[in-house]
T-cell receptor, first 112, second 114 residues
């Protein structure tokens, strides 16, 4: 089955700790994206990557970091510098024709 | 930066009534996409519009892209309970080298009552 997988589905973190969210796709897509969604709001772009070993900041990159060492994988690290990390995080991928973004199931992060 | 506004924020309808959500961008868009997110779920792609003045239909759903490529609408005819969810528009800016940088609207949450 082709698709995009995020793990874990739910994640709890203590304040001050870094945490890494996983995103894997087997769709052979070049472009991958990380979004954050807060209750009652739209999706905001954190980081995106168009090709392996390259990534760009989105609109709200502060307190986050990413890597793109493999085409299939685009992990997101939420660092202790992110002041309000509790949110629903969505990963997406897209091919070069840019006609449709495929989203993972999301990771709901709660800082306790 | 680019901003995409979407109205209304919420809409409650009786089953069988029509529903429309509107999307406005502060800048001219390369394309616009629409997504549906069910409660507790993730966004699922519905359609992409690219041409000025384009109109596309999917069964009971009609999508329009404005002549100036700055606004769009989604109209659902005769809503059903399966239409429940939040509908997002996303303004696209094509990226050099491939990919599409999307700016999402705030979404319209649709509730359908029997």
């Amino acid at each position: 089955d082709g698709g995009i997988t995020q793990s874990p589905k739910y994640l709890f973190r203590k304040e001050g700790q870094n945490v890494t969210l996983s995103c894997e796709q087997n769709l052979n897509h070049d472009a991958m994206y990380w979004y954050r969604q807060d209750p009652g709001q739209g999706l905001r772009l954190i980081y995106y990557s168009q090709i392996v070993n390259d990534f760009q900041k989105g609109d709200i990159a502060e307190g986050y970091s990413v890597s793109r060492e493999k085409k299939e994988s685009f992990p997101l690290t939420v660092t202790s510098a992110q002041k309000n990390p509790t949110a629903f995080y969505l990963c997406a991928s897209e091919d070069r024709t840019s006609t449709e973004a495929f989203f993972g199931q999301g990771t709901r992060l709660t800082v306790v | 930066g680019q901003q995409v506004m979407q109205i209304p924020q919420y809409q409650h309808v009786q089953e069988g009534e029509d529903f429309t959500t509107y999307c406005n961008s502060s800048t001219t868009l390369s394309n616009i996409q629409w997504y549906k997110q069910r409660p507790g779920g993730h966004p699922v792609f519905l359609i992409q519009l690219v041409k000025s003045g384009e109109v596309k239909k999917q069964k009971r759903l009609t999508f329009q892209f404005g002549e100036a490529k700055k606004n769009s609408s989604l109209h659902i005819t005769a809503t059903q309970t399966t239409d429940v969810g939040t509908y997002f528009c996303a303004g696209g800016a094509g990226l050099t080298g491939g990919g599409n940088k999307l700016t999402f609207g705030t979404g319209t949450q649709l509730k359908v009552e029997l």
